[in-house]
Structure formats: C-alpha cells, structure tokens
C-alpha cells in the first residue's frame, strides 16, 4: 500500500486548510486510515481516523474543528481543518492499517503552519 499526501501549507489563525490521503495499492486488507501529526520537540500524535465502515475518531483537541472523510471510489481520505490554531502547527502524516492504528503503511509528512 502506497499513500501520497496532499494539501497543508501556511494559513493564518482561524483559517481553514485541506489535506488529502490517495491510497493505491492492496487496498482490500486496509480497514482503516486516518491522519497523525508530529510537532517540534513533541511526539507524534493521532489527530483523527475514520474506518471502511465509516465510523470516525477525532482527537479532544480538533474535535469540533477538523472533519474526516473518505470517498472508497478514489481510495481517498480527506481532513478538513477549520478554525486553526497556532498549536496546530505541525506535520501531518497519512497512515493506513488493517485492524487499527497506527497501521504499518504511511504517507510523507506534509506541513501545516498557522501562524500570523
């Protein structure tokens, strides 16, 4: 399974970005995939995940903000990020797993800085 990321980049607080997962590959043992992210000098955390069946998990601190979404046709999965903030400032990376998370399958980090 290979997953390439999209999206990220600079924005102010309270804007709004999107970040996008393609996974190709064999995709059939995959049951779910969801987004972690990793700040300077901090582990890397799970920011939200969402399963084939649909069922999704956001982290306390982007619940409310961030919504995950997948569409199975393009073996894609999407993270819309409302309402920023600057300790969102992170790198964001794809991951992919068969039971659960973290799975064995991961995306390049792609940037994300809020900041004015």
């Known amino acids: 399974v290979q997953l390439q990321a999209f999206g990220g980049g600079l924005v102010q607080p309270g804007g709004s970005l999107s970040l996008s997962c393609a996974a190709s590959g064999r995709m059939f043992s995959i049951t779910v995939m969801g987004w972690y992210r990793q700040a300077p000098g901090k582990q890397r955390e799970l920011v939200s995940t969402?399963?084939?069946?649909?069922?999704?998990y956001y982290a306390v601190s982007v619940k409310g903000r961030f919504t995950i979404s997948r569409d199975s046709v393009k073996n894609t999965v999407y993270l819309q990020m409302n309402n920023l903030k600057p300790e969102d400032t992170a790198v964001y990376y794809c991951?992919?797993?068969?039971?659960?998370?973290?799975?064995?399958?991961w995306g390049p980090g792609t940037q994300v800085t809020v900041s004015s």
């Open positions: 991951n992919a797993g068969e039971v659960t998370l973290p799975g064995n399958y």
């Open positions: 969402i399963r084939k069946s649909g069922g999704a």
